[in-house]
């Protein structure tokens, strides 16, 4: 398995203004996903980075505003960009494809997530 | 990906099994089914999968219907610490993109 950490844990940012997010993984993984999910509400994928090419972005969700970085196998960042109160979310990584003799896939690993208000 | 349905709540009393339901007519032959849950304030836990066959492990059950129209998750005694908001997701095995319905929110009561 794998053990996922982000930071910052929570913060409260003030509009027009950005905030990356960190999500460090303890053993190799090849694939790695940003969540969002707003109050009260499921899950929405953000976009999936693999290392080594640009991350894929899903419907609604654009570069510009949540540039992502993906420099090896055990680190992503996602930046908000120029937040508005409506990004305030939990914003989550989660990882496939973990290195554990080979990289074994079907079992994502969910960080525990980025509380972000913004004011 | 398989659109799933789910209740939206259920209870269950504390060391008993429960039993949660997921309709998924519209599988397609090469999706899994699988399941996660979310405790309050927590990321996501994946929890079990399978394709055809019924899935065991030390967590829960699955099991899939012949015709793999719906499934059922089981966890055989529960206690408070499942209560959660728990995802039945439909998902193509070349295809790691999870997609997150409303799930049911199991309350597991003493």
């Known amino acids: 398995s794998a053990v996922i950490s982000q930071k910052p844990s929570r913060d409260i940012c003030q509009r027009g203004t950005s905030l990356t997010i960190q999500c460090q993984v303890d053993s190799q993984v090849t694939m790695m996903f940003w969540y969002r999910q707003q109050p009260g509400q499921s899950l929405t994928l953000i976009a999936t980075a693999n290392q080594g090419s640009e991350a894929t972005y899903e419907s609604g969700f654009v570069i510009d505003k949540f540039p992502i970085s993906r420099p090896n196998l055990t680190f992503s960042t996602l930046t908000v960009s120029n937040m508005s109160p409506e990004d305030s979310s939990i914003y989550l990584c989660?990882?496939?494809?973990?290195?554990?003799?080979?990289?074994?896939?079907?079992?994502?690993?969910f960080g525990p997530g980025t509380r972000l208000t913004v004011l | 990906d398989a659109k799933t349905t789910q209740p939206t709540s259920m209870d269950c009393a504390e060391g008993r099994a429960a039993n949660l339901p997921c309709n998924h007519s519209?599988?397609?032959?090469?999706?899994?089914v699988y399941w996660y849950r979310q405790i309050h304030s927590q990321g996501p836990q994946y929890i079990i999968h399978?394709?055809?066959n019924n899935e065991t492990n030390e967590m829960a059950s699955l099991i899939i219907t012949e015709d793999r129209k719906s499934s059922t998750l089981i966890l055989p005694h529960a206690t408070l610490r499942d209560t959660a908001v728990y995802y039945c997701i439909g998902l193509e095995g070349s295809n790691y993109k999870l997609t997150f319905g409303k799930g049911t929110l199991l309350t597991v009561n003493p």
């Open positions: 399978g394709l055809k």
């Open positions: 519209t599988i397609s032959g090469n999706e899994y």
């Open positions: 989660s990882v496939d494809g973990w290195l554990a003799g080979g990289f074994a896939y079907n079992e994502q690993f």
